[in-house]
């Protein structure tokens, strides 16, 4: 990309904070590993070889698979990693979240967080991405996030297994007295064919763990495995058809207390009367006492139930101070448009866009301005944690997406040292982004410094949840097209504003940490997608407005996804291409864009005459290093626009469970079709409005439409699977309705416009 | 007051307005219903009162004179009910936290229709959200949980 250059003697966020601390350290440092932290936490007779594989005498192999598991299937594909080169089958291993630990660090997570699209394989994108890479391990961020989890695992947990089969084959060959090329494994067992000798893994565990790991740790060739690429069994599927005790919210200990949080309606407003004395003298209510983080401010409510401490929240009569952002939507949207004509970041700049709109004629002119409301995660499980501070230590259990961060964060809103507290992570009611933040837990340590040891499971209401979110943040964007006289663009120019999420996320985090540079993040899904036009230009604004924002499923691309598919396609529309010839004809420099819009388009057999009130739409969207198109096929009913059917072709460059990685395209569509149907956050009086999901639902089973996925493996590089269906699902949809009816949707969501059946 | 849940009884000693959710989930250990919404909307703790499905979370334990059966009551990990069978072979959960709502749902479901229509599984499954979208693995599960019943699996 020609702005590659320019762009690198900038500073960019995250790079800029981090880039700077990590190079400085230096290699030595970054090779050396981190401590295992398994060793301290053996049960009699087990011995570990890695942070990721222990063994008993019994034979029992318990994997660690260090990712939060929130339905996205990454504990059984990461146990899969580590099973498939120590040859056993996932039903013969236990497998675990682990502790919270450095040596979990995750260096993709930050891989792409430079400012080059996926596909930019040039000297100076794969040395920022190297850089960070060192950086995500002195970071040392234990995170699940960025479709990150297999791309960081797939070398290391593969090693992983594969040392520790290598260590016990060795250990066997000593016992046994046979030469260690003579032996072969199975099920757990290593064998000597000519002889008939066997020993399990159990029994020679304790010896192959003192030995040295090997040097040279040999995998597998993908033709000989056996789990991988296959669609496995999920191994948390019988604990979720049962009802089994799993998440956060099913926490039970001895002597435990319930609570819950009312938390000010206004960000980082503090209350400036509270009347405490009626919610206090409810039955079954110990104590209310306040709270205060980098969150907000309010009140924690300690009650013997559950219900108890809800009733009693909503009896607390409080006057909370006034906001320090705009009140309304409107006075938020009249900041986001004001910010449109400040002077942003340019993040892509190819050729000369400003000539080539000079002497553009009027009618070879498209303009259009796009909109996204905020948005909130709603997880099906509220927000909630259980902690216990007793002895100078605090336990906390909570579903997470960064262990490491809820361990710092919490010790130090509890004042002690990090290695006083022992993260309990547990499988969570849905993330999507929600559970890299820490409110939750650190509500939770504080409330447990006021119950004298006993624990306390304090769960918000899914009120309090809706109102108290880091949201996907609204955006604004600009789009303006100069098309050639065979109606192809031959400039685009696209400005897109909206609050820094990485700016808002370091004032929660880490407030003394300022911000550098831009936020990629503003223009995600728009300056790095695989398109070829002669003049091209995306600059992002960071909007001042500090209502917390955040991740939300796929971040930047679930804006930008909307904007840049859409407007590629009302150009298409003016100049009269088809949208699938278009992008086949933009993207021909990029085989592995081209051959994702074919088959999609093969699949929906796009172009093929449809009965009348049925119309398609197609994008595209290139994210977390997964190409996807998809389709979507509207139909016109009495009820409303139904939509039929959805087709997702996705190149994950390496599939490495093509089960999970069908439901989670398919998950992340419906995702979000529903947030462009019918989602939006809106504000009056400085407080979000909707509350619940009567007034913040999504898609319902009557609504869902028939899917058909295909998953290719055509990139040489491996991509994410979590967050990729997501950015291109809003804009197929709006461009099927603007098949089927005309009309342009340029704003979310979709309902303010049009009815849904 | 007593409470029969699951097959055994359950002496308690709550508010009558508690929410049956909250007797259960705080009172009695039944962590199985899952707390969504508080208001009816979501249908993650829906449980069987007299064979009915009833979202747990509004309505008040004081009001609850029949028997309770929650998705610990219909089958275990050693021995599933045709729907959890049905919801394991189809691999339906993704996150998992509704899925037990969707579970009891669809139980009364086959429990009153042997062979719904796709327009009766709408109808019963639509007050049950799911955040992930297993929505089509759902439907395909309640037609292989049609087919295992009828086999007396």
């Known amino acids: 990309m020609a702005s590659v250059g320019k762009i690198a003697r900038r500073t960019f966020l995250i790079g800029a904070a981090a880039i700077a601390g990590g190079v400085a350290v230096g290699y030595y440092y970054y090779r050396k590993p981190y401590p295992n932290p398994l060793e301290g936490d053996l049960v009699a007779d087990e011995a570990t070889f890695n942070p990721y594989v222990k063994i008993g005498a019994d034979n029992t192999i318990t994997i660690v698979a260090p990712r939060a598991e929130m339905g996205q299937g990454i504990s059984t594909t990461l146990a899969a990693m580590v099973a498939e080169e120590l040859d056993v089958g996932l039903d013969q291993v236990k497998v675990e979240h682990g502790p919270a630990s450095y040596a979990y660090y995750n260096s993709a997570i930050l891989e792409e967080g430079g400012p080059f699209a996926f596909f930019d394989e040039s000297m100076t994108a794969e040395v920022v991405r190297a850089g960070m890479g060192v950086v995500g391990k002195f970071l040392a961020l234990q995170g699940t996030g960025g479709s990150a989890s297999t791309r960081d695992a797939f070398l290391k947990m593969r090693q992983a297994g594969a040392a520790a089969r290598q260590m016990l084959i060795a250990a066997a060959a000593q016992k046994l007295d046979i030469a260690a090329a003579d032996l072969e494994t199975a099920n757990g067992s290593i064998l000597h064919k000519a002889s008939g000798k066997s020993v399990t893994y159990g029994a020679v565990a304790a010896t192959a763990a003192t030995m040295a790991p090997p040097a040279d740790v040999r995998l597998k060739d993908k033709a000989d495995w056996k789990l991988l690429g296959k669609p496995q069994k999920r191994i948390d599927m019988p604990a979720k058809v049962t009802g089994a005790p799993i998440f956060g919210i099913d926490v039970t200990l001895p002597d435990m207390l319930y609570g819950t949080i009312k938390m000010s309606p206004r960000f980082w407003a503090k209350p400036v009367k509270a009347d405490l004395s009626k919610a206090g003298k409810m039955p079954g209510v110990i104590k209310i006492v306040p709270i205060e983080t980098n969150y907000g401010h309010g009140f924690g409510i300690i009650a013997e139930n559950t219900w108890a401490a809800f009733k009693a929240a909503e009896a607390i009569d409080a006057e909370w101070a006034d906001p320090e952002y705009p009140l309304d939507s409107a006075a938020i949207s009249e900041v986001l448009k004001q910010a449109l004509s400040t002077k942003g970041s340019v993040m892509r700049d190819d050729g000369d866009v400003d000539t080539a709109f000079a002497d553009a004629p009027r009618e070879k002119i498209v303009e259009a301005d796009y909109t996204v409301p905020y948005l909130a995660h709603a997880t099906m499980e509220p927000m909630n944690a259980t902690a216990r501070l007793k002895d100078g230590v605090l336990d906390i259990w909570c579903g997470n997406q960064a262990p490491t961060l809820v361990r710092q964060l919490c010790a130090s809103v509890v004042g002690i040292e990090q290695d006083k507290v022992n993260v309990h992570t547990t499988f969570m009611g849905g993330g999507f982004g929600r559970r890299v933040e820490v409110d939750y837990a650190l509500c939770a340590a504080l409330m447990a410094k006021e119950t004298a040891g006993r624990p306390i499971k304090v769960i918000w209401t899914r009120e309090e949840d809706m109102r108290h979110d880091a949201y996907r943040p609204a955006a604004i964007g600009k789009f303006q097209a100069r098309l050639g006289g065979d109606g192809m663009p031959v400039a685009v120019d696209m400005t897109i504003a909206s609050p820094s999420l990485i700016a808002s996320t370091l004032r929660r985090l880490f407030p003394s940490i300022s911000p550098l540079g831009p936020d990629k993040s503003i223009v995600d899904g728009a300056h790095n997608q695989p398109y070829t036009i002669p003049n091209y230009r995306v600059t992002g604004v960071a909007a001042p407005v500090s209502i917390p924002v955040g991740s939300w499923r796929s971040v930047g691309s679930s804006i930008n996804g909307f904007f840049h598919e859409g407007f590629l396609d009302e150009i298409a529309v003016a100049g009269k291409t088809d949208p699938v010839e278009l992008r086949k004809k933009l993207m021909a420099a990029y085989p592995a864009a081209v051959k994702v819009v074919e088959k999609v388009a093969e699949l929906a057999k796009w172009g093929e005459a449809l009965p009348a009130g049925k119309a398609k739409g197609m994008a595209f969207t290139l994210s977390f290093g997964s190409w996807v198109g998809e389709i979507v096929q509207v139909a016109d009913t009495p009820a409303g626009i139904r939509i039929e059917k959805v087709w997702i072709a996705a190149d994950v460059g390496t599939a490495l469970d093509p089960g999970i990685i069908e439901a989670q395209l398919i998950s992340a569509a419906i995702y979000g079709l529903s947030a462009a149907m019918a989602q939006e956050i809106s504000f009056a009086d400085g407080m979000v409005e909707q509350s619940n999901f009567h007034d913040y639902d999504a898609m319902r089973i009557s609504q869902c439409p028939a899917f058909e996925v295909a998953i290719l493996e055509n990139f040489h590089k491996m991509g994410g699977v979590g967050e990729v269906g997501t950015p291109p699902a809003a804009p197929a949809l709006a461009n099927a309705i603007f098949a089927l009816t005309g009309k342009r949707i340029r704003t979310l969501p979709m309902s303010r416009e049009v009815t849904f059946a | ?153």
């Open chain 2, 1 to 153: 007051m007593r409470l029969t849940v699951d097959g055994q009884a359950f002496d308690i000693n709550a508010d009558p307005e508690m929410p049956l959710l909250w007797a259960l989930r705080d009172l009695m250990g039944k962590t199985g219903p899952k707390f969504g919404c508080g208001i009816a909307a979501c249908g993650a703790c829906t449980v069987h009162v007299d064979g009915q499905p009833v979202r747990s979370c509004s309505l008040p334990v004081g009001e609850v004179t029949g028997a309770v059966i929650t998705i610990e009551g219909i089958g275990t990990e050693g021995r599933l009910h045709p729907v959890q069978q049905a919801w394991l072979e189809e691999q339906v959960a993704q996150c998992g936290y509704c899925q037990a709502g969707q579970i009891m749902s669809a139980v009364a479901l086959l429990d009153e229709v042997a062979d719904p229509t796709d327009a009766d599984i709408d109808n019963a499954m639509g007050g049950n959200l799911c955040r992930c979208g297993t929505y089509p693995k759902i439907r395909a599960a309640i037609r292989r949980a049609v087919v295992l019943k009828t086999a007396g699996i």
